[in-house]
């Protein structure tokens, strides 16, 4: 998150001298995005960060995707989505590009070993259950309805604190941020964005270990997962000041932007990424102009595939869909509401549904994981009626 925040013990000084109570020298580590240009962090280790005992290839991460086939709308039903492992094992990738990756995840325990994605950023938008991240900047406890954003690079555990949780995954390997349009020059939220840095949460209560032992770390890097063991607890770092951090944004924290008539998609936006953003689409009042019309107009995504998960309540426009499916509205075709849908809306006063949305502007692929999950008849159900 582009704000500073510090946490734990640091110098006074940058890059001067820092010792131990033993008298001995903490290891200063620099992690930076975009090498020294970007967001980052200082970071002041008991270990000296390098020091890795055994190194080993595990598997490649590299998503299978299906033919697309004749265009058309998708639905995919995800409340049976296999549940099982821990969070990263658990997760599998239904749809994806060049720029981002969609994932369900259903874990049923937590994590033993820990694990750094080198090569995207991941927001973990826990749906269900709860449970801690512990990081190397600090703990981020999260509920239902939290958006976790972890940079490339943060080392994390996760921790459940129910039997189950269920998490859609968004990772890219652009940087993921609260959109551009919403900040000032000095990266401050402005007064029109539907959140502020109030509603951010930080990382706490820093865990500092410095017992040797044998740790696993897996590092996802060069599309594959690569096993490290370190001699040393990999949280150990004593303090850290700076802008690179993981963070929770919670979605019943963004106050909705509503109108006298139908509000777009960007007025939803919660984070922008490279080619995507996401959206939160939460409960609400409609529109209130007398003549309005709260479900949506037909809308063409030319540049643009649009994909919805279906977190809570009935979503005003869509017909045939269930809490926990995914729609795939792709480039090319036109979408909007199913017949009956925009009658239905009108002069309905407010809306309980809660989704999350990613608009991507190039096409997605859908995984092979996918297919087995798809509503074949989704395509079918904007037929009904006469058509007008
Ligand atoms: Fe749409």
Redesign the pocket.
Known sequence: MPFYHKLGEIPHKRHTQFRKPDGSLYREEVMGLEGFSGIQSLLYHHFLPPRVLKVEELNGAVTEYADFGALRHRAFKTVDFPAGGDPVSARRVLLGNNDVTLGISRPTRSMEYFYRNAQAYEVWFTHEGSGVLRTQFGKLPFLPGDYIVIPYGTTWQMKLNTPEARFFVIESPSQIEPPKRYRNQYGQLLEHSPYSERDIRLPGELEVFTERGEFEVRVKVRNGITRHILDHHPLDVVGWDGYLYPWVFSIHDFEPITGRVHQP?PSHQTFQGWNFVVCSFVPRLFDYHPQAIPA?YN?S?VNSD?VIYYCDGNFMSRKGIDKYDITL?PSGLP?GPQPGATEASIGATKTEELAVMVDTFHPLNVAVNALELEKPEYMNSWLDGTGE
Do not use: F
């Open positions: 998609p949506p809308h995504n649009e509205h979408h």
